[in-house]
């Protein structure tokens, strides 16, 4: 890990050194994540000076989520709370019971039901039910994600070798040498128009393991619109979150 220091403000970034890269890109991604990826024959120093020449840029950007964080507050898991879920909010009923132990959590009826122990304390509901939310969305989750890919697979003809629904910090899916795809659980939260581009995209990675021309081109032929997609992500990272 590297750091700068400008406006009195520390800003750490890393370096990802790859083979396959041209030019460098420099990305800032919530929350204060800065990365730097370069082909592997730009030395740090080279680096270190540019990530300084575009301090403001970076401390702006940093800031830019700082402000859509107040506008989006977390969601507290708590009685009447809206939970997301495929682009759309349900509420949470919670109840407090005197004659349980463990905190249960289902969906009926277009709402979750929450029942959690009389004397829970706020803390320990929310890391409770965030548990059982995530579990949920999990096994939901992962039997919508492969009815989708389905569909997808036979379109490109791409098959992966296998696809897994988990948490990743600082990306929406990941696709690996060996044809192995991994999806963000915290997709789901978004429209479902939105979960097939992330699909897509990573099922193009099969045949192309880059973003060049012919990549965009071929997750064109599905998603035209794929930028208004990409940008959506980029806009509402902080929404798709509990």
């Known amino acids: 890990m590297y750091k700068i220091n400008f406006e009195n403000t ?14 460098i890109t420099i990305k ?5 994540i800065v990365t730097v990826v370069s082909p592997k024959s730009v030395n740090d120093e080279f680096i270190h000076d540019l990530v300084v020449s575009k301090s403001k840029w970076i401390l702006n950007k940093i800031n830019e989520f ?6 989006n507050p977390p969601i507290l898991l708590v009685d009447g709370d ?38 829970i304390s706020s803390n320990e509901q929310y890391i409770k039910l965030r548990e059982l939310l995530i579990n949920w969305y999990l096994t939901e989750g992962s039997k919508l994600i492969k009815e989708r890919l389905t569909i997808y697979s036979k379109k490109l003809n791409l098959y992966p070798y296998s696809i897994t629904l988990k948490e990743q910090k600082t990306s929406w899916g990941t696709c690996s040498s060996k044809g192995n795809i991994y999806i963000n659980w915290k997709v789901l939260l978004a429209p479902l128009d939105i979960i097939d581009y992330v699909l897509v995209h990573e099922l193009c990675h099969l045949k192309y393991m880059n973003h060049s021309k012919e990549y965009w081109s071929l997750v064109s032929t599905i998603f035209p619109d794929y930028k208004e997609k990409r940008n959506y992500l980029k806009e509402n990272s902080l929404k798709l979150n509990i």
Request: glycine share 2%; net charge positive; with cysteine.
């Open 28 to 32: 800032v991604k919530h929350p204060n």
């Open 10 to 23: 520390i800003i750490n970034y890393s370096i990802n050194k790859k083979s396959n890269v041209k030019n």
């Open 82 to 119: 809206k939970i997301p879920y495929l682009g759309n909010y349900y509420v949470l009923n919670v109840s407090k019971e005197k004659d349980i132990i463990k905190c249960s959590l289902t969906f009926n009826e277009d709402k979750f039901v929450a029942k959690v122990p009389y004397n």
């Open 66 to 71: 700082k402000n859509k964080e107040s506008e």
